[in-house]
């Protein structure tokens, strides 16, 4: 999938950053944080989209992925405040208190085009699934909300196997059941987040499907622009 973004280089003392924002908003698409249980609410675009954002997180180690979801259309469903989404890789070490002074330097960014490979992140997803199974895998989300932002800090595999996830969500999301009319459909969850200590309910994001309007206009991917004409009937 090619991806339109906006680079940045914002410098904090001796520190520079790249980060990389979508050049335009996912605008039917919105982010609650769990708090314990958070929702992902996304279009087929959306969704698509972040699978995409997920697979360039996963290859660009030294990389932040800002993904301004407060920029859409207000969502009329689910509870608690909107929150935007970043993506850092573990090995950068950055800290949520950081990110406020470093969004307030993201001012003039640099148009870039870069292409995913859906084949290499595939490989990437099966080998985090392989790893999963051993009994000291450590590779799961951590997350942080702060700033009106929902950090997750992973590495390579765990974003990609993220990725597929929301690839499959994208697919599956305009066949449910009555999504046509406007419903909202339950597709799954993020890959298990990290759980604070002192247990309680697991923290959860769940991700769901919902057409934009007008519904009426409403087709799958894939299928006809228009309804085909009915036979006439016969005389």
Known sequence: MRLRLREFRPRTGPHEYRIIQPRHTLRHTSLRAPDPVGMLLGDHDGL????????????????????????GVPPDEGVGEPVDLLLVHESLGLRPSRWPDLRRRLRQGTPLT?????????????????????????????????????????????FAGTATRFADAAGRGPYQKRVGEGRMAYLGSFLPLVDAPGGGHPAEVMVCFKARPPYAHFRPPGAPASRPRRPAAAS
Request: net charge positive; proline share 3%.
């Open 48 to 71: 698509d989209r972040l699978a995409a954002l997920f697979a360039f997180a996963a290859r660009s180690p030294h990389t932040i992925v800002h993904v301004p979801l407060r920029d």
């Open 114 to 158: 870069v292409r995913t490979d859906e084949a290499r992140t595939a490989r990437d997803a099966a080998a985090w699934t392989e790893r999963r199974d051993r009994a000291d895998f450590r590779g799961d989300l951590r997350h942080a909300t702060h700033a009106r932002t929902f950090f997750l800090f992973g590495h390579r595999h765990v």
